[in-house]
């Protein structure tokens, strides 16, 4: 078992930045990748962006240039560090964990982290 924990979600002005992290706890040796997803309210859950164990990062095309997902391994922590922030980035930001594939397709969540971006 994984356990997630997010924070540092909040409110902020457009243009503005945000750091969300994610602590990784539990069976830790067995996560092959971890990544960030977001839902908007009415939206369907989207991939934000993703690293793997070594590193490796993936992002979604409207996150490019802005957002930038990184890791800690000694703190078995992830981070998403957002810039030039938008309204339309307003949802619930989730971390995600996979196991026994990619983050595209995660074996754990964690509870979710609100951010809100005004206009």
């Known amino acids: 078992q994984v356990q997630l924990v997010e924070s540092g979600g909040g409110l902020v002005q457009a243009g503005g930045s945000l750091r969300l992290s994610c602590a990784a706890s539990?069976?830790?040796?067995?996560?092959?990748?971890m990544g960030w997803y977001r839902q908007a309210p009415g939206k369907q859950r989207e991939l934000v962006a993703g690293?793997?164990?070594?590193?490796?990062?993936i992002y979604a095309d409207t996150m490019k240039g802005r957002f930038t997902i990184s890791r800690d391994n000694a703190k078995n922590t992830v981070y998403l560090q957002m810039s030039s922030l938008k309204p339309e980035d307003t949802a619930v930001y989730y971390c995600?964990?996979?196991?026994?594939?990619?983050?595209?397709?995660?074996?754990?969540w964690g509870q979710g982290t609100q951010v809100t971006v005004s206009s």
């Open positions: 995600a964990a996979a196991v026994h594939t990619t983050v595209v397709a995660p074996d754990y």
């Open positions: 539990g069976s830790i040796f067995s996560i092959n990748a």
């Open positions: 690293i793997t164990s070594g590193g490796s990062t």
